[in-house]
């Protein structure tokens, strides 16, 4: 009988090592394909709704179902699902920019473009230091910023790889960037006819601050194409800061590691690339598409790439949220969010008044 025990021990040993091995990225990738299936479904019968909004808001749901989906988020689907919100927010970024090409930029005219500036600058510096000033954690201050100041959640995504910021404080601005471009879907267009805003001028204030690239679609359509063609226009100007930016964060981090002294492990003293390469990639494929070498046909097919990657990305973004936690500084939060939104719908309001 010991013999026995002893051999069907034996047998079963071999086995504990693979119930041991962490679940992999298949569970989590799993769940966000279906998360930006049922984004894609909700958008085709709700057009005004972006997709990606949906995407944040399916990944905040499912991070706070109860019993086994909430443990399986939490738990095995958490590999795939950080996965899809940093490594396939990389490739949608880089193929954000065939959106682009320097001849829409160069066809803004000169005052939209220092308008354009102008707002992003004043937003940028204006949020990041009121964010500090209100005692933010980490790097939510930054983030929000940036957020708000170009393109919502893709421009987080990007800075919060060179920032290396904590998981928690990028779902957190991507989810409350994505709530408050969501509210101006609704808010924008009520106000062009009090405000005095004919459709052009509506188009470029909408591009001048909505925060994600389908927001100002949504937005600006209630107005007609031609509002529709401005907003987009001003907005891909936005996106093309994306670059700068991210170079600017890169050298600060560089900076803060200098003076921060030597004394940390190899892996602690690396410096991050000034531009990182998924930026670089974002840069060529504007690149590419300013030569007009890609036909229409092969454009469309990188966008829906593009919002399908982005979507994944931004679900598992929205299942890092934990709402309970964010109870302790969710009313600071929320204030610099609202605060943000009003000022870059401020300054854009009088940019475009001034340059129309």
Do not use: N
């Not at 907003?231 to 964060?249: D, E, G, H, I, Q």
Request: glycine residues 12%; proline residues 5%; aromatic residues 4%.
């Amino acid at each position: 009988m010991a013999l026995l025990g002893e051999r069907a021990r034996s047998r079963t040993t071999p086995l504990a090592p693979l119930s041991a091995r962490p679940p992999g990225k298949v569970p989590g990738l799993a769940l966000a394909v279906l998360g930006v299936a049922v984004a894609l479904g909700v958008h085709q019968v709700l057009p005004g709704v972006p997709m990606l909004t949906v995407a944040v808001v399916l990944g905040i749901v499912a991070a706070h179902l109860p019993g086994r989906a909430r443990s399986f988020v939490r738990g095995p689907g958490k590999a795939g699902l950080t996965f899809a919100g940093k490594r396939l927010m990389r490739v949608g970024v880089v193929l954000l920019g065939l959106k682009l090409s320097l001849d829409d930029v160069l066809g803004l005219g000169w005052a939209s473009v220092a308008m354009v500036l102008c707002v992003v600058a004043v937003t940028f510096l204006g949020t990041w230091w009121l964010g500090r000033r209100m005692g933010l954690r980490g790097d939510q201050p930054l983030l929000i910023a940036t957020g708000y100041s170009i393109c919502g959640a893709s421009a987080i995504g990007a800075v919060s790889e060179v920032s290396e910021s904590d998981e928690r404080d990028t779902a957190t601005s991507v989810a409350l960037v994505t709530l408050c471009g969501t509210l101006a879907i609704a808010v924008l267009p009520l106000l062009q006819h009090p405000l005095g805003l004919s459709d052009a001028e509506f188009g470029r204030w909408v591009g001048a601050s909505v925060h994600d690239v389908g927001q100002v679609v949504a937005t600006a359509q209630t107005a007609g194409a031609g509002a529709l063609g401005d907003a987009v226009l001003v907005k891909l100007m936005r996106v093309a800061l994306l670059a700068p930016l991210v170079a600017a964060v890169a050298l600060s981090v560089r900076a803060r590691r200098r003076t921060g002294g030597s004394g940390g492990s190899a892996a602690d003293t690396k410096r991050p690339p000034l531009v990182p390469l998924f930026v670089l990639g974002f840069l060529a494929m504007v690149a590419l598409r300013t030569t007009g070498l890609l036909s229409g046909a092969a454009v469309d097919v990188a966008q829906t790439a593009q919002e399908l990657l982005l979507a994944a990305a931004l679900f598992g973004l929205g299942s890092a949220v934990d709402l309970p936690s964010l109870t302790r500084t969710g009313g600071r939060v929320a204030a610099l969010g609202l605060i943000s939104w009003g000022v870059i719908a401020g300054i854009s309001y009088a940019g475009v008044v001034l340059t129309s």
